[in-house]
């Protein structure tokens, strides 16, 4: 997959609020391709990459206990 040079893309009719793909969302094709590519080198399940430290730090904190991080 390539990496995009765009933050524009398709409307394509999302009807709810998980099919929109926008940048804020963390959901364009890029960021996908990222996560898998990081999940595959450390060779995890998922991988989720965030915009800042404090974004980071309250992904930790709001995850539910259970969660192996």
Not at 17 to 23: C, G, P, V
Not at 26 to 52: C, D, F, K
């Amino acid at each position: 997959m390539p990496v995009f040079q765009s933050a524009t893309f398709e409307y394509t009719g999302a009807k709810t609020y998980d099919d929109l793909r926008y940048i804020r969302l963390n959901n364009t094709p890029n960021h996908e391709l990222l996560h898998a590519r990081l999940a595959a080198l450390e060779m995890g399940e998922a991988a989720l990459v965030t915009a800042s430290d404090m974004a980071a730090r309250l992904s930790l904190e709001i995850a539910p206990k259970s969660t192996s991080i």
